[in-house]
């Protein structure tokens, strides 16, 4: 039977069909080949050209191998540093720890005998990072000065002034009393009797004070860079042993206070025993915290009153499962308000010489009159600071391995007892000590420099000089200004605090969103 011209064609044509279809799956096979082909080569950062040029803006930091003072350095010297945590591209880092950083003071202010200057400042310009057979020539600037209570302006590092001492502020407040209250004036020399101490106004960064640096301007790397040894990350990658993961998991997250209010985030255990622990942390420049007593508060009281640190401020208590921290230790430089510490508790019945503890950076200090006392304020990212303990202890040579742990579940922002957020990615470095007998290459060296005059006479003079610049700060002008500008500081304080903690979350739901790469 002959088929209709308008009858249509049966679909299936046996003739013409396996050609099309072998076409269509080389076709389907190239796309999934091309598609494989760019996931490795996005994946392979050393290959990658954007990874030949660091964007500007990228952080990172170093440590003075040598002391900075303004009392006794020279504009035009050179400033030599050890690179300790390398600018990042695709998140991994780009160079060696421990490669050499050299710069040049640039500017500096001293004060002298305080006749000009009531307090000093230095810029310093670290220009070459030598990290193959030619240095590399960088634009940086300097962001902060670690746990230093000196403040950061445009790369400029300002020491403390005189109208920014405790003494100050009492001082342009009660000099206004005996001129409506002639009998007060007893307050003012009972002020002076009080709180004799007073800042030392010269900037001294000894060695082994760490920077971060910010690059100003795009770094392009040359062809033939050294790549970071795979020895540097491969110790995060180790396999843990399930039975100590599912230990780990199962302590409670965060200690309580004596309030039981939840507080620290447990984020760091320890595999050794206390003595391996104490002497790892003392190369690492950290110190014990004082026992609460009236020597310590005498103490503290000095130590604010001067603007200068408390080396072994007490820490308060807290308790993990019932059981109080067995010891603690911190880390400060020059600042009251600026430390970092943590608790340690012992967990040797849940596992041989494992111990827990929570890693805590505060940033500032301030009187709450909520709590009527002096509370310190604490950084948000406590990611950011378990790092920072993990990277420190590696410079030490103290460390074999170092584990993590993930969480399940991430606890995301919590809040403190004192009000402030907290970030937590839920992760646990699990750092498995020695005994510290390899000497560490990056171990601060011992060279000081005159940070100050050594007569206490001329100390004693500078002190009074400077109290002259206090008299043209004793009116109602000044005072209007003074309380003007410590409302917008406080202002300026709380919007950076804000703006940080948006980044931090902002980087978290990127690091949600895109995965990080996989290994070469």
């Known amino acids: 039977m002959m088929r209709h011209p308008l009858t249509p064609r049966p679909y299936l044509d ?43 803006g990228q952080e990172f930091w170093i440590r003075l191998t ?78 902060e000065v670690a746990n230093g209570r000196e403040n950061l302006k445009k790369g400029v590092i300002e020491g403390v002034g005189g109208r920014d001492t405790p003494q100050s502020v009492m001082t342009t407040r009660l000099l206004h009393l005996p001129f409506w209250s002639p009998e ?34 795009p770094l392009e790397l040359p062809s033939g860079l050294p790549t970071v040894a795979h020895m540097e990350t491969a110790e995060d990658d180790a396999p843990i042993d399930p039975r100590l993961s599912g230990t780990l998991l199962a302590l409670p997250e965060r200690s309580v206070t004596r309030k039981g209010l939840p507080s620290d985030m447990v984020n760091l255990a320890f595999l050794g025993s206390q003595d391996q622990i104490e002497r790892a942390f003392q190369s690492a420049g950290w110190t014990y915290g004082d026992s609460v ?55 040797a019945a849940l596992e041989h010489d494992l111990w827990v503890s929570g890693a805590i950076r505060e940033t500032g200090a301030g009187w709450s009159f909520r709590k009527r006392r002096f509370t310190h304020y604490v950084d948000a990212d406590l990611a950011a600071e378990r790092e920072k303990v993990v990277r420190d202890l590696k410079l030490t040579g103290c460390v074999d391995t ?25 992760s646990i470095a699990v750092i498995q000590l020695n005994d510290c007998e390899a000497p560490s290459p990056f171990a601060p060296s011992k060279i000081a420099l005159p940070s100050r005059p ?27 200004f003074d309380l003007s500008r410590m409302f917008i500081q406080s202002l300026r304080d709380r919007s950076l605090q804000n703006r940080r903690l948006r980044e931090y979350e902002a980087k978290q739901r990127m690091a949600v969103e895109i995965p990080p790469p996989g290994p070469n």
């Open 184 to 217: 007060s004036y007893w307050i003012f020399l009972l002020r002076r009797a009080l709180f004799p101490y007073s800042p030392e106004p010269e900037i001294y960064l000894p060695s082994g004070t760490d920077l971060r640096l910010r690059l100003m301007a």
């Open 14 to 56: 046996l003739t013409n069909s396996f050609p099309r279809r072998r076409a269509l799956m080389w076709l389907t096979q190239a796309i999934l080949f091309l598609t494989l082909a760019f996931t490795f080569c996005a994946s392979g950062h050393a290959q990658d050209p954007a990874c030949k040029i660091i964007p500007s």
């Open 454 to 480: 050594r007569s206490r006479f001329t100390r004693f003079m500078r002190a009074q000089i400077l109290s002259l610049h206090d008299l043209w700060r004793s009116n109602g002008i000044y005072a209007s």
């Open 66 to 143: 040598e002391p900075v003072s303004t009392y006794s350095s020279k504009r035009g010297a050179a400033v030599e540093a050890i690179l300790i945590e390398s600018p990042r591209c695709h998140e991994a880092p780009v160079f060696a720890t421990g490669i050499a950083v050299q710069g040049r003071i640039a500017y500096l202010r001293r004060v002298g005998m305080g006749l000009r200057h009531e307090s000093s400042a230095v810029t310093i310009d670290f220009d070459e990072l030598f990290a193959g057979a030619e240095p590399l020539a960088i634009r940086t600037r300097v962001e």
């Open 402 to 426: 170092v584990y993590r742990v993930q969480r399940p579940e991430a606890p995301g922002p919590v809040k403190t007892p004192g009000g402030d957020t907290l970030w937590a990615d839920g």
């Open 293 to 347: 007593s009236t020597l310590s508060v005498l103490r503290e009281m000095r130590a604010f009153s001067s603007l200068n640190s408390y080396s072994h401020l007490p820490i308060s208590n807290q308790w993990l499962s019932g059981q109080a921290s067995d010891f603690t230790l911190q880390k400060s430089f020059d600042s009251y308000q600026k430390r970092e510490h943590i608790r340690f508790w012992n967990e």
